[in-house]
């Protein structure tokens, strides 16, 4: 097969949609496939990259759905961070480009930082213990002014059960992370980390979406509240949206 096209399922997966949603996008003309042997559907990455960049409203939907794929695989390359290197170097591309723009330009220091707490947060705590694909789903919409960041990795609970084993559920996990320090000591600066997040989204006034297992923490800057409830899908790793 050439090595510029993929499979209808290696697209489904990068998009974020199913094979029957492609399959309607094709036949109304949206996004179209090549056919190959068998009349099977092929799609060219060029393609594929095309529609990422003019459809960026979807990007929260492809982080979700690739935390929710029960097969790792790796995302969109120009959303893949594999190693802490390339996370880095990527979030100093988007405190540059929030830098330049006169609205975000007071406010590229903050977003960094939470961008970076939580990313980082992603590789130091699950470092050699991937249960599938290491690395990070990194991308941002400079116009909708959103960030998302999502990881496959071990999740928040199994992270502080190390140092607090009576934790027994995501929601406990989850507000821990958030609200108590328990000690510097590591695993837990990860939840030490998420609670910088939490007071810079309060103090300046930003939103906040995070999931990690069955358990969804959400902050309004309409009334800067910590909202924690039960989400009816559970997947291991963590999805975080923000928007400045």
């Known amino acids: 097969m050439d090595i510029n096209l993929i499979t ?3 697209a489904s997966e990068i998009l ?3 094979t029957q949603t492609l399959r309607r996008w094709d036949e109304s003309g949206r996004l179209v496939s090549v056919r190959g042997k068998n009349n099977y559907r ?3 990455k060029e393609d594929i990259n095309e529609y990422i960049k003019n459809n960026l409203k979807d990007i929260f939907k492809m982080a979700k759905n690739w935390t929710l794929n029960k097969e790792g695989t790796e995302p969109q390359s120009d959303f893949y961070c594999k190693d802490i290197y390339i996370f880095k ?4 591309k988007l405190e540059r480009e929030l830098n330049k723009t006169k609205a975000t330009k007071e406010m590229y220091a903050l977003v960094g930082s939470i961008v970076g707490e939580i990313g980082n947060n992603s590789f130091d705590h699950n470092l050699g213990n991937w249960p599938d694909i290491r690395g990070i789903f990194f991308a941002y919409d400079l116009t909708k002014r959103i960030v998302i960041l999502a990881d496959r990795g071990q999740g928040i609970l199994a992270t502080l059960k190390k140092v607090k084993p009576e934790l027994n559920n995501h929601l406990d996990a989850l507000k821990t992370a958030f609200t ?3 000690s510097g000591r590591a695993p837990e600066a990860r939840g030490n980390g998420l609670k910088f997040v939490k007071k810079m989204v309060m103090t300046y006034n930003l939103n906040l979406f995070f999931q990690t297992g069955d358990a969804i923490l959400n902050i309004y800057k309409k009334n800067k ?5 039960q989400s009816t899908v559970n997947f291991h790793g963590c999805l975080a949206l923000i928007q400045y």
């Open 8 to 10: 209808i399922k290696k």
């Open 16 to 18: 974020g949609v199913s």
């Open 225 to 229: 509240k910590l909202e924690i409830k």
């Open 180 to 182: 108590e320090i328990i």
């Open 89 to 92: 170097a990527r979030a100093d």
């Open 42 to 44: 092929y799609y060219k």
